[in-house]
């Protein structure tokens, strides 16, 4: 299936600092890849939606000013942290839509990337 | 908006067999998604149903109805490695045909006992 990738795995930095996530679809373009983040014993929750090209789509309470979304190309999507703050540690996963596998197998599938260990000091 | 629900923990015994439920409300349907995910590490994709009916691959199966918005994940033959969190998810009714961002379920943790 469709691999996507995830770097950092994990990161640790001081309060006020800004981190940059890094997630790549390695062998299949993607137009859409979404941002979401876990606090332990919770669910996955939407940040954003990242579209190549256009500004992204940030759901209901994310700062848009904090975390930075750039869809650069096909391929990748960052999402900046900045002046991160304790409450921002979370496990943060992205996830891109194969839309070729969409039109071949009928199957509307996201695939997540490894996730990233965010611990703010 | 949107509301899933399914239990939160689950116990079950080593080759036997569970059934993990889930029900939903949403407007808008566009497929319902199973995801497992291990302690730490990301979702990986099990199961995604958008027709009445249940769907089999393997030792999993899910089945869907549309009409009492409720699902289900069959795992059969369970193994050690099966223990892991198990989530539903609807796509969010942002545009027509196709799924966007994902709403997921608090998860099911599933305790596979020798």
């Known amino acids: 299936g469709a691999v996507v990738s995830q770097h950092p795995s994990r990161v640790i930095c001081k309060s006020g600092t800004s981190v940059k996530i890094e997630c790549r679809s390695l062998?299949?373009?993607?137009?859409?890849m979404f941002w979401y983040r876990q606090f332990p014993k919770q669910s996955l929750m939407l940040m954003a939606t990242?579209?190549?090209?256009?500004?992204?789509?940030?759901e209901q309470g994310v700062e848009k000013d904090k975390f930075l979304i750039n869809h650069a190309s096909l391929t990748l999507s960052t999402l900046t942290v900045t002046s991160a703050h304790p409450e921002d540690s979370s496990f943060y996963i992205c996830s891109a839509r194969d839309f070729q596998a969409l039109s071949r197998d009928l199957t509307d599938t996201q695939y997540f990337g490894p996730g990233t260990r965010l611990t703010v000091l | 908006g949107q509301n899933i629900d399914q239990p939160t923990e689950m116990t079950a015994t080593e080759g036997a067999i569970v059934q993990i439920n889930c029900t939903y409300q949403t407007s808008g349907f566009n497929g319902l998604f199973w995801y497992q995910q291990h302690a730490g590490e990301a979702p990986t994709f099990l199961s995604y149903n958008v027709l009445d009916g249940l769907e089999e691959k393997g030792r999993f199966s899910s089945f869907l109805s549309r009409s009492k918005g409720y699902s289900y994940l069959l795992l059969k033959e369970l193994q050690m490695k099966d223990s892991a969190s198990y989530l539903c998810?609807?796509?969010?009714?942002?545009?027509?045909?196709?799924?966007?961002?994902?709403?997921f379920g608090k998860g099911t943790h599933l305790i596979i006992q020798p």
């Open positions: 062998d299949f373009q993607a137009t859409t």
């Open positions: 990242s579209n190549e090209g256009s500004k992204a789509t940030y």
């Open positions: 998810a609807v796509p969010m009714p942002y545009s027509g045909g196709g799924a966007d961002g994902l709403t």
